[in-house]
């Protein structure tokens, strides 16, 4: 297989989507890792298996409709496998095994068979101390933003999974690229405040906008160059109460069509109307309940 993501729109070709099979009983409290799935647990509300499989079903139909090829890891039971961004990820012809938090390292097993379809010399392994996960690297072109957490208390949260040295790391594979670490306001406890992954604050849409969620960002100049980047028009602002449900997490399959979750009113209209985008509505907020949304449960392989 010859992968080719050199950013988040292109007319997807290719795409791992996750796999709700084997997610078994709810977690225990302690046994959650990020804000949201703990707050789901506290509250009850964790999300069944056959509810996210419904809503898996309904994204890989609206992905087979846009003649996408869909490719699932195999089950592993036991094991939440929603979530496939964060277990590797291409960057133009690479692709990037991460190194995730411990909670999640045997999700990577059931990707063998993908990985071995690849040329081993375009894979990258990451070594012991660089902490990558996917749902932090966003591609623009030349341009790659990585989310990360650079502060000293950083073993002191679960939800840092992209460390100083990711950076260093990305930027040395890839030097014809423009790499902009991000640094993201983290919180283990409340889902209002803490920010998972880049992709929970900031995403690029068709050919030139983006949605950002201003205050995930620790340093509001990260914020600023977005702005700048993009350009204020061509950005959408969520609120915090949108972050929350994970509103600038849709996924793109082309620069004209978007997936997004049915309840993003003011997100979807904006995107129809404004931009002129095709929006395909699917339910999606039982997923959302595990902390992740559409872009969180895909690993794009190939767009053109
Ligand atoms: N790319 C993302 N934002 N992924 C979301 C992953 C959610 C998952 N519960 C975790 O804590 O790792």
């Not at 133009?92 to 690849?118: C, H, M, T, V």
Request: charge should be negative; proline fraction near 4%.
């Amino acid at each position: 297989m010859i992968l080719n993501v050199t950013n988040e729109t292109d007319t997807l070709k290719a795409v791992v989507l996750g796999q709700p099979g084997g997610m078994g009983e709810d977690p225990e409290l302690k046994d959650t890792f990020d804000s949201k799935s703990r707050e789901s647990v506290k509250r009850g509300i964790y999300p069944s298996e056959e509810d996210v499989t419904k809503e898996m079903e309904a994204f890989e139909k609206v992905l087979k409709k846009h003649d996408v090829q869909v490719f699932r890891p195999w089950v592993i039971e036991d094991l939440n496998q929603v979530f496939s961004r964060d277990v590797g990820f291409v960057i133009d012809d690479k692709f990037i095994i991460a190194n995730l938090i411990e909670d999640r390292e045997e999700e990577q097993k059931a990707y063998e068979r993908i990985i071995d379809s690849i040329s081993e010399k375009n894979i990258i392994k990451t070594p012991d101390d660089v902490h990558v996960e996917g749902g932090d690297v966003i591609l623009w072109n030349e341009f790659m933003f990585v989310g990360c957490y650079k502060q000293d208390d950083y073993s002191k949260y679960k939800t840092a999974r992209t460390n100083a040295k990711a950076v260093e790391f990305l930027k040395h594979h890839f030097p014809h690229k423009w790499v902009i670490d991000m640094e993201l306001v983290k919180d283990d406890n409340d889902p209002f405040r803490g920010i998972l992954h880049l992709d929970c604050t900031f995403q690029p849409v068709g050919k030139d906008k983006a949605i950002i969620y201003k205050n995930g960002f620790l340093n509001e100049r990260h914020y600023q160059i977005l702005l700048d980047l993009f350009g204020r028009k061509n950005v959408f602002e969520v609120t915090r109460e949108e972050m929350y449900w994970m509103n600038t997490n849709i996924f793109s399959i082309s620069p004209e069509v978007v997936v997004s979750e049915k309840n993003f009113t003011r997100l979807n209209n904006h995107m129809r109307d404004e931009w002129g985008l095709t929006v395909e509505e699917i339910p999606y907020r039982e997923v959302s309940k595990m902390g992740g949304l559409l872009r969180c449960s895909t690993m794009p392989l190939i767009r053109e």
